[in-house]
């Protein structure tokens, strides 16, 4: 037994389990012949089920290690136990991590588990539950351990990790974090980058500044990324008080009495980051040090995209350092000096500043290549490169010489170079370059590393600048998704990152590129597979292009993605899914209403089948599209079957929801359909409700009433902004309810609403 296991197992049948671990080591007792197939398979890591007995009844856990065994886990489930001997409904537990048992199990399965409780019988007990999982452990011990594993490469994982961030699925991309640990696919250093990007996109900036590596991570050699997510952190959770109060001079005072003693390592180098709060905070820096900087206080000014109240507070911080000072800026006599001075003290921005224009040298050009290994943008990559290009042949001989130039040069080009071969056209400008280069070599390296990296740096409203830049896009990635599949797969999400963080996205003069975009998804997702993130994206994708307007052939384009998307992924756990993307098309204008209704039809078969197993949450939104689509008679049989398996001690939706008699409700989520469709479903069930939808990406006087004055507040987290989200905890009172859902869809907050009522 691996340790990791063995440290589960104690905690797991430790403190909050009346069950220990003795009683199911010990031979010959019920339990531990109940227990000992399925301790056995999770030695083996594969899928198990394990108990944990507590006061109020025994919780079962259904544990699996990758997203894989997951899906077979909840058939076999589904098919062995269902909902006639418990409560399980297949859908992926929120584990409470200050439970020690579920904190145990979230860290073995990264959040592949499920949790249900058994039918007890007259005398308390779930005897049939027990009998159906000796039944199932039996049969699944009989499959060749293959049957859940399917290796998949690095690029992939990479890729739905990504994705899952896109959508803000933590469960899914501590899954995909868990899998390239496990394989050992990525060193120890490189997951806790990983991690910190996760930490960032979900924006938890507590929870990153409470890691334990941190003290470490800020020693070593940091991507750009995973440094610029600290400092967002660091500004969110200690500086973003005093933006809020408009006190510059007193932010100013605490980061360098407080932060800098305890961050310095983070602020040496902005590296192009356009983000407010890495900004921001070198603004806080240049203003506020004994020798003030005002060439990187004007260089702050001057970055484009920032919202109009981050430069608002810029342009306060700044006045803070008189303009007078600048006239005392010595003149620089040699720049080589003073980057060779610039290089030693940590400052490559600016090291690359002071030789952007200066003539190739051996010396220049390795303080160049110095600059971009530390600062690893594609912007120093390339002024590097391009300065090693121009070197003559013996200059080139001299810089290759040195084993540390040589390093700082080979990790730019991502392999051993050849003497004459030239590098600085490896280095991408803008996702036309980038689409360009993998169309001509496939097999281009550093493909998924320019991507990446390109997302935060480039611009990409650039494109409507030049023309025939849109149609050129959408022309070059048809040709990369011939030639190059699965680069152009694996980059996607980075793709599609640039263009959400465009301040206008989404924009109407970039149709052609998002419906590029969702097709490149779509293709991916048949050709290569898809997990729930996938479908998640493809379900805003839809909004994004419905809200925009297409015509009939797109429209018929997208039923018929939905279509094979379910004939694929069609079950109850996605069900969730399924009735969204109907909802969504329900909402918006529709050339083709019986292929609509096709899509309804399809997922009527899955109630049909699995009418046990579909929670009042996904009745409810059926019945709804079934009237709001005029097919109440197609379907009277369903919602006649839906009524024969209601178990009659189980409350109606109606009646949970009546708490919310004459209630006022704030519900904050940028998916509008499900908010729709909420908001409908409420109105329906609750006599004299009222509810109030936010879609705001920041605070205004309107949200700020509804937020003090609504009896409940919800935020769906994962479709948020954060400006928002902070907006509306900071006006909330402390005393009235704030509820945070994880779940975009509509069925899901309807299920999160009904849970947080029963409580």
């Known amino acids: 037994m691996s340790l990791e296991i063995q440290d589960f197992l104690e905690r797991f049948f430790g403190d909050g389990n009346r069950l220990k671990l003795i009683q199911a080591n010990s031979r010959n007792s019920e339990t531990s012949v109940f227990l000992a197939p399925w301790i056995a398979r999770l030695k083996k890591r594969l899928p198990t089920v394990l108990p944990c007995a507590r006061d109020a009844g025994t919780d079962w856990y259904g544990i699996a290690f990758s997203e894989r065994q997951f899906r077979g886990l909840r058939e076999d489930l589904t098919a062995f136990v269902g909902s006639t001997r418990s409560t399980f409904r297949g859908q992926r537990v929120a584990l409470n991590l200050d439970d020690p048992v579920e904190a145990a199990v979230s860290e073995l399965t990264q959040g592949n588990a499920f949790k249900f409780e058994g039918v007890r019988n007259s005398t308390g007990n779930s005897v049939e539950l027990r009998n159906a999982l000796s039944m199932m452990v039996k049969v699944l011990d009989r499959q060749p351990s293959s049957h859940y594993r399917s290796p998949r490469a690095t690029g992939r994982v990479l890729g739905d990790f990504y994705t899952a961030l896109r959508v803000g699925d933590r469960t899914t991309a501590e899954r995909e974090l868990q899998y390239l640990r496990h394989h050992n696919r990525l060193d120890t250093l490189n997951l806790l980058f990983l991690k910190v990007q996760m930490l960032s996109e979900l924006q938890a900036w507590p929870e990153m500044l409470r890691l334990p590596e941190l003290p470490d991570l800020l020693r070593v050699r940091r991507s750009s990324a995973v440094t610029q997510a600290i400092i967002q952190a660091v500004y969110q959770c200690e500086l973003s008080h005093f933006e809020l109060t408009s006190a510059a001079r007193s932010a100013v005072t605490f980061f360098h009495e407080s932060i800098l003693p305890r961050y310095h390592f983070l602020y040496g180098n902005r590296a192009s980051s356009r983000l407010p709060e890495v900004v921001k905070s070198l603004m806080l820096l240049a203003v506020g040090a004994e020798t003030p900087d005002p060439a990187l206080r004007d260089e702050l000014l001057a970055v484009p995209g920032l919202g109009a109240g981050d430069l608002v507070y810029l342009q306060n911080l700044a006045k803070l350092l008189p303009d007078p000072l600048v006239a005392t800026a010595s003149v620089i006599s040699d720049p080589l000096e003073a980057a060779i001075e610039a290089a030693q003290s940590g400052n490559y921005d600016r090291t690359v500043a002071l030789l952007v224009n200066y003539p190739p040298s051996p010396q220049a050009v390795g303080l160049l290549l110095e600059a971009a290994y530390e600062l690893q943008t594609l912007e120093a990559e390339r002024l590097a490169l391009q300065a090693f290009d121009r070197l003559t042949d013996r200059e080139r001989d001299e810089i290759l010489a040195s084993r540390r130039q040589r390093t700082f040069l080979e990790s730019l080009t991502g392999k051993p170079l050849a003497l004459a071969e030239t590098t600085a056209d490896l280095v991408p400008t803008n996702w036309l370059e980038w689409l360009s280069i993998l169309g001509q070599n496939p097999a281009w390296e550093r493909a998924l590393h320019s991507a990446t990296q390109g997302a935060q740096e480039w611009i990409v409203t650039d494109l409507l600048e030049k023309p025939g830049a849109i149609a050129q896009f959408v022309s070059l990635q048809a040709v990369v998704a011939s030639k190059a599949p699965e680069p152009l797969q694996n980059a996607f999400p980075h793709l599609l990152r640039s263009f959400q963080q465009d301040p206008q996205f989404p924009r109407r003069e970039f149709l052609p590129i998002y419906t590029a975009l969702l097709d490149n998804l779509a293709l991916g997702i048949i050709s290569m597979g898809g997990g729930e993130s996938h479908l998640t994206l493809f379900n805003e994708f839809v909004t994004l292009l419905l809200m925009l307007g297409v015509n009939a052939e797109q429209y018929g384009d997208l039923v018929d993605y939905g279509l094979e998307f379910w004939k694929e992924y069609q079950s109850p756990s996605t069900l969730d899914w399924g009735l969204d993307l109907v909802n969504i098309l329900v909402l918006y204008p529709c050339p083709d209403r019986d292929r609509r209704s096709q899509l309804l039809f399809k997922i009527a078969e899955t109630f049909r089948t699995f009418s046990s197993r579909i929670d009042d949450a996904q009745w409810s939104i059926f019945n709804a599209l079934t009237r709001d689509l005029k097919l109440e008679t197609s379907f009277s049989d369903v919602m006649t079957e839906a009524e024969s398996t209601r178990e009659e001690s189980t409350p109606r939706a109606e ?105």
């Open 655 to 759: 009646d949970i929801f009546s708490n919310l008699h004459h209630q006022s409700i704030l519900l904050y989520t940028l998916t509008e359909p499900a908010a729709q469709r909420v908001k409908s479903f409420l109105e329906s069930v609750c006599e004299g409700v009222t509810v109030h939808l936010s879609h705001d990406k920041g605070g205004n006087d309107r949200l700020r009433q509804w937020v003090k004055n609504d009896d409940l507040v919800i935020i769906v987290t994962t479709s948020a902004k954060h400006a928002a989200t902070e907006f509306i905890e900071n006006h909330r009172p402390h005393q009235r309810p704030l509820l945070l859902l994880n779940s975009k869809g509509s069925a899901g907050i309807l299920r999160g609403i009904r849970e947080y009522l029963q409580q």
